[in-house]
């Protein structure tokens, strides 16, 4: 209960309390309601691998979580106020404002990117920025560093694959059991083939 009382002296000089109580019990739990409510959305934003800022409308840094500290290799009192455009490479600096310009006037935006860090190291980021209130956005970042190795590494191996059939004149294929319809000729095995 929230209790206001105040003291009212009569005409004699006797004093006499006159108050009201309140019951405070749904107000109490709406609170405690939004507090962990509060909590739940910091942990995830805290505990999530990818890294959330928070940005303002001009593009300046208005937080990070842990995450984002990490890939941007600084601490938090370090990013408060940091252009983002800071973190593109030079080349790309023309594309960030545009990009800016969009997400100010609401539109969800979803790209991958070289991420320039503080200490000027590079690593490819995939992006998904969105608006929220008060004309700030969300911007996650996730490092794909792996997946672009990958990517590379596959790319090499195929092409290793295809060098090595087009030495040995030697072609593959692959087909659907079912109705044995071709899912895949290489390169090689259309030159075997003698189609185009």
Not at 27 to 43: I, T
Not at 107 to 116: D, H, T
Not at 145 to 151: H, P, V
Not at 167 to 187: D, I, K, M, P, V
Request: charge should be negative; hydrophobic fraction near 40%; aromatic fraction near 8%.
């Amino acid at each position: 209960v929230h209790v206001l009382a105040h003291a009212v002296q009569d005409q004699w000089g006797n004093i006499e309390y006159v108050g009201a109580a309140m019951d405070m019990t749904a107000e109490r739990r709406a609170e405690d309601e939004l507090r962990k409510s509060e909590e739940k959305y910091r942990n995830l934003v805290d505990l999530s691998p990818d890294a959330i800022y928070v940005v303002d409308k001009e593009g300046n840094l208005v937080s990070a979580n842990p995450a984002g500290l990490e890939l941007l290799r600084c601490r938090a009192q370090d990013i408060v106020g940091m252009p983002v455009v800071e973190t593109y490479l030079p080349e790309e600096q023309a594309m960030y404002w545009e990009r800016l310009k969009k997400l100010n006037a609401g539109s969800p935006l979803r790209f991958e990117r070289i991420f320039v860090r503080k200490d000027a190291t590079r690593v490819p980021v995939e992006v998904s920025s969105s608006s929220i209130r008060y004309g700030y956005s969300q911007v996650v970042v996730r490092d794909i560093s792996e997946r672009k190795g990958a990517e590379t590494r596959l790319r090499r191996s195929e092409a290793y694959l295809a060098e090595a059939q087009k030495l040995s004149q030697t072609g593959s294929w692959a087909c659907t059991a079912e109705r044995l319809e071709t899912t895949y000729f290489s390169t090689e095995m259309f030159r075997i083939m003698g189609l185009p």
